[in-house]
């Protein structure tokens, strides 16, 4: 069992490879593509007619979180040897970091590798579609949006429930709890709470109006 910085430290992780990249350059590369990412889509979204400074937030929100889900989640479910390649890349790297605040992802458990897989496939694909949906003011927008957040919600409620479940100690030290376990997640709460709310009250509105209407 070679050595690892991990949480239990009896956790068998058989031809474990240390990480290559520092915490800096990992972060820093993901932070500053997202931030590339948001600025891209802000500017972008400047063109499109009629869209109000919220949607536009919008569309940089699901394009943000869809790319994550896609380019960043879809590598883990989808490569179980991560952490033994010889030659790593950066996506192998990001998970051998993130495992230390989380080490289920590093030792494969079922139930997190089932929600990054559902995650990955379903919640990515809808994410880049509600980016579009927005920008051509699709009727079907809010209740994409409403979806995909009840979607990211329930895959937090799982997440945080089975660790609590499991023992409650996936960690490194404290500073990986916050940072990694709980502020890495939080956005994935606060956020679609803010746009369900949003949407249904959007949703609401219409269905009101066209009662309205129907009964004129």
Known sequence: MGAHPYVPAGLDLPGYVP???????????????SLFVLVAVWLLSGRCRRLSGTDRLLMCWWAFTGLT???IEGPFVFTPDFFTKTNPNFFDEVWKEYSKGDSRYVARDTATVTVEGITA????????????????????????????????????????TTAYLDGFNFWASPFYFWAYFIGANSLWIVIPLLIATRSWKKICAAVHQSEKVKTK
């Open 19 to 33: 990480l290559r990249l520092t915490q800096l350059e990992i972060l820093g590369a993901y932070l500053g593509t």
């Open 69 to 71: 889900h896609i380019l």
């Open 121 to 160: 496939v379903l919640k990515g694909p809808a994410s880049l579609l509600a980016v579009y949906a927005i920008a051509s003011r699709k009727s079907y927008s809010h209740i994409l949006q409403f979806a995909v957040c009840l979607g990211q919600l329930y895959g937090c409620i799982v997440y945080f």
